[in-house]
T-cell receptor, first 113, second 114 residues
């Protein structure tokens, strides 16, 4: 079975500051990794995903994430956030032999002016 | 190209009533997934369907919940005899079914049980 841990339930940050949202996972098999963003009262939108290859993945809206197999982490980063980045961010994994996504509990990013 | 559509967006039911949630996948997608998001929690997988087949229902409660994806029409998540604990946001996602193809999510149906 797989599980995902997002240790930070809330991350407050000022506009134009860098941000890192942490994600750790556990799995006995190889996994694919995803970050989704959820704006208020909306569905989830894919930011980026890691399937294979380069461990540094670039996504939409200036976000990137790095897969670290030894630390079982997939932290999300952005060098300079905007007010519009205020949202809930979910890390998710899926095992290679299944399509179902296992989500973390989410991190609420609040960007202040 | 319309995205994943869900209706209704909001649904209010009294305890004991039935709730029917509909999901129309993106055009060309034949795989549908249902997830439930309880307040202040992440999404939990419920069921994965292809046209006319349930592929994985490991996340579905054993009683009162059922799902279908008929040959024609939307996928339906049905909750019989709803209880207050069923209050949640229910999200549908669809994909083309290719290996690890991205799942595209709908806006969700927010169910409130009074």
């Amino acid at each position: 079975a797989q599980s995902v841990t997002q240790l930070d339930s809330q991350v407050p940050v000022f506009e134009e500051a860098p941000v890192e949202l942490r994600c750790n996972y556990s799995s006995s098999v190889s996994v694919y990794l995803f970050w989704y963003v959820q704006y208020p009262n909306q569905g989830l939108q894919l930011l980026l995903k890691y399937l294979s290859g380069s461990t540094l993945v670039k996504g939409i809206n200036g976000f990137e994430a790095e897969f670290n197999k030894s630390q079982t982490s997939f932290h999300l980063r952005k060098p300079s956030v905007h007010i519009s980045d205020t949202a809930e961010y979910f890390c998710a994994v899926s095992a290679h032999n299944t399509d179902k996504l296992i989500f973390g509990t989410g991190t609420r990013l609040q960007v202040f002016p | 190209n319309a995205g994943v559509m869900q209706n209704p967006r909001h649904l209010v039911r009294r305890r004991g009533q039935e709730a029917r949630l509909r999901c129309s996948p993106m055009k060309g997608h034949s795989h549908v997934y249902w997830y439930r998001q309880l307040p202040e929690e992440g999404l939990k997988f419920m069921v994965y369907l292809q046209k006319e087949n349930i592929i994985d229902e490991s996340g579905m409660p054993k009683e009162r919940f059922s799902a279908e994806f008929p040959k024609e029409g939307p996928s339906i998540l049905r909750i019989q005899q709803v209880v207050r604990g069923d209050s949640a946001a229910y999200f549908c996602a669809s994909s083309s079914g290719a290996n690890q193809e991205t799942q595209y999510f709908g806006p969700g149906t927010r169910l409130l049980v009074l």
